[in-house]
């Protein structure tokens, strides 16, 4: 079984995110040819056939074109991401709009990927709460409401901070899950076995 996946023109984590998808697809030992146009995208999905437990090797075509093969084998799959884990409560706080310092656009481009990838990894967190200028990404008009609302679907119990959506006027514009207070954050925070602040 070959098969050829063109991820030409993609942004992270798409070429991650299709390929991995194409994975569950394989019912047998083959060959998947994934294009892309950068090195960054060639370095993700060398990580991601190597933590599978797949063999990759890549090569150059051109300046924007490269090919990642990857023989992917069901019976050799390494699920290394929960190897060796017991179910842990892992609580995501996001309390900005953006993620990291420094360019603004940049920031809330890394925040709306960084939310869409929650929606692609294979140990979803057990909590999401949002506080600060973080609750902007849970109201009407946000990028970021599909993805949370799949999050949602999928077990995920996301939390907004009530203080904080008045304080920016967006009481009435939530989109997902609860309005929280601080009591509540508090007690999800410190049950928690890891907390992820991106």
Known sequence: ???????MGLGCPLPVVNTKKEFETFTEKGTLT???DNDTAVKNLTRLASNSGYDVASKQI???EYEVKIVVDPANNCDCSDAGNSKK????VISSSEMGTGDEELGKSLMKMFIFSL???DSIPTNIIFYNSGVKLNVEGSDSVEDLKNLEKAGVKIQTCGTCLKHYGLSDKLMVGVVSNMYDIAETLTSSDC????
């Open 89 to 92: 409560v892992t609580t995501v």
């Open 1 to 7: 079984m070959d098969k050829v996946l063109d991820c």
């Open 62 to 64: 051109s300046d924007t």
């Open 34 to 36: 994934v294009k892309v």
């Open 119 to 121: 929606t692609n990894v």
């Open 195 to 198: 907390v992820i602040r991106p």
